[in-house]
């Protein structure tokens, strides 16, 4: 970025204001687009700002882990694509899609937002096995939140099939559904960046590209932090991380609203 372009971004906060216009607590518009892909049993196309993100999620039949056997399983994948920025290659996912794919199931798990015992067919026979996959498909900051939308927005989608039980035959009808989905409540992370001595929500392209240091935090409704992630060299002080979490904290409000209002729950 250019020196004057730096310049005019702090400039801008040292007024209050972005140069996008937003306040340092204010998301980007946010748009939620549900079952994008018909094929998938659940899918949500996001897009935040410049950043677009489809997630869809896939079940498949398994047997349970031998010490879960009343529990099914949840996998994470986050790829992206060559064609969302100009840095990413193609080939297997690197360790910054691999970050975000962990940091998106760190979330879901440990809040236990996803209710794996939804995903049992048959205790300790066969279980569904939920395959998330999160595609970024275009770069415009702040990927991350956008990924997490974009899985619980899917997994809102996602409609478990009917089953039938009868002694020991297991029959799954596939294209009958049931109104039973895999999540319980929704999470939402808030990427907080630092750049100079400013705080702001919902990084763009161009803030992120001069923050000194992003922090992420995951909520749920009624305010639990499950899930932390520091990303970039720079450091935060003591104050600073207390001041980022509570700007986070009054931003996810907004943003489980918002959900509220796109996403049936």
Known sequence: MSLLKKESILNSLERGI?????KNIDYRPLSITLNYAKKAEGSALVKLGDTMVLAGVKLEEEEPFPDTPNQGNLIVNVELLPLAYETFEPGPPDENAIELARV???SLRDSKAVDLSRLV?????KVWTAWVDVYVLDYGGNVLDACTLAAVAALYNTKLPKVEIEGENIKILKEEKTDITPINYPVATVTVAKIGKFLVVDPNLDEESIADVKISFSYTPDGRIVGMQKSNFG???LQEVD???SLARAASQKLFE???KQIIM
């Open 104 to 106: 998106v199931d760190r």
């Open 235 to 237: 450091s935060l002080s």
């Open 243 to 245: 001041n980022a979490e």
């Open 18 to 22: 972005r140069l996008d216009g937003r």
């Open 258 to 260: 918002e959900l509220k």
């Open 121 to 125: 067919i048959a205790p300790g026979k």
